[in-house]
């Protein structure tokens, strides 16, 4: 018998202060409706990716808001039924324009 899985998306997640790349499932109940950290396994850094019950925020906002509202570099790939969401901090974003 197959037992349904929850759907869920696979991130990619690179470490802007360490550059650790790590994968995390994360549901999408959690990331559309509830609040989600990923905690980087490199420096034990956590990382706000949603956050709909409104626990760090006085917003419903997902890591996509966060990012454009710091202005930073977000690059994402496929966000859909089997997708991966591809989210990498890029650390050039901080520093000095050329
Ligand atoms: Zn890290």
Redesign the pocket.
């Given at each position: 018998m197959r037992k349904a899985m929850e759907p869920a998306y696979e991130m990619h997640f690179t470490?802007r202060?360490?550059l650790?790349r790590s994968s995390h499932h994360i549901t999408k109940q959690a990331y559309h409706h509830g609040t989600t950290l990923v905690t980087?396994p490199?420096?034990k850094?956590r990382h706000l990716i949603s956050d709909h019950l409104r626990i760090f925020s006085d917003k419903s906002i997902t890591i996509e808001d966060i990012l454009r509202e710091k202005g930073e570099f977000l690059k994402k790939g496929r966000l859909g039924e089997d997708g991966d969401i591809e989210f990498y901090d890029d650390p050039k974003g901080e520093a000095k324009e050329g």
């Open positions: 470490c202060k360490c650790h980087c490199g420096c850094n």
